[in-house]
C-alpha cells in the first residue's frame, strides 16, 4: 500500500455571510386610528376620563366645539370669492355730424350701458385725447361741444379722422371702448410745389412729382 505526500501547498474556501434580501412590498396607506384631527382625538381622550354622571353634559360641550370648529373652516375656505366682479359695459359714440368745415366745431357725446355707470369718458381723434374727461350721469354724457380750440390737431386739418370714446369704468363697472366714426374736414389748404428744370421753351411742357 502506498501513502501519498501531503500537498506542499494549502487551499481554503470562506462561507459567504449570511446575507438578507429585502423585497420592495407595495405600500398601501393605513388609515389613522382616529377619524377627526388631533383636536378632536384629544376631546374624545378627555370625554373618557369625565365621570359618567357628566359624561352627557360634556359631550354636549364636545359636540358644539366640533360644529364650531368645522363650520368656521368651512367658511373661511370660501372667503376669497366674496365680493361682486365689476358689470361689462358698452360705450356708443355719437357725433353732430360726420363733415365739417375746417376750424368750425362740432358736437360728441357718448352713452354708456350696462349696470349703473358711473365716472368719466374720453374722447380721442386719431387716437390722440381732446378736451377734458366729460363726467357721466345716468349713463350718458351729454352733448359735449368739440372746437378748434380744444382741438387744435383735428378741425384745422383738412382730410378724414376718426373719433372715438372710451369709458374709464369705475368700482362697479369695467371701462368699455367705442367703435370709430370717421369725420371729414373740409375746406382750403396751401400746398406748395416746387420744380427744377435745366433747359425749357415757351408754352412747353414739365412733368412734377408731388410727394
Known sequence: MSVAAPSLTTTASIEPADRVYLAQLPQTRTKPLWPWGGGAGIAVLVLLCVPRKRARAVMALGLIWVLSFTVSCGGGGGGGGSG??????STQLTVSSTKVAA????????????GTPDGSVHFFVDG?????????????????????ASAPAFLPVVGTHSVSAR????????????????VTVTGTTTLAITGTAPTTTANGNISLTIN
Open 167 to 182: 369709458y374709464l369704468g369705475s368700482t362697479a363697472t369695467q371701462a368699455s371702448q367705442s367703435g370709430t366714426s370717421s
Open 128 to 148: 390722440i385725447g381732446i378736451g377734458g374727461l366729460a363726467p357721466v350721469t345716468n349713463g350718458t354724457t351729454g352733448n359735449i361741444t368739440v372746437t378748434a
Open 103 to 114: 376750424n368750425r366745431s362740432i358736437s360728441v357725446s357718448a352713452t354708456v350701458s350696462g
Open 84 to 89: 361682486t366682479p365689476p358689470v361689462a359695459t
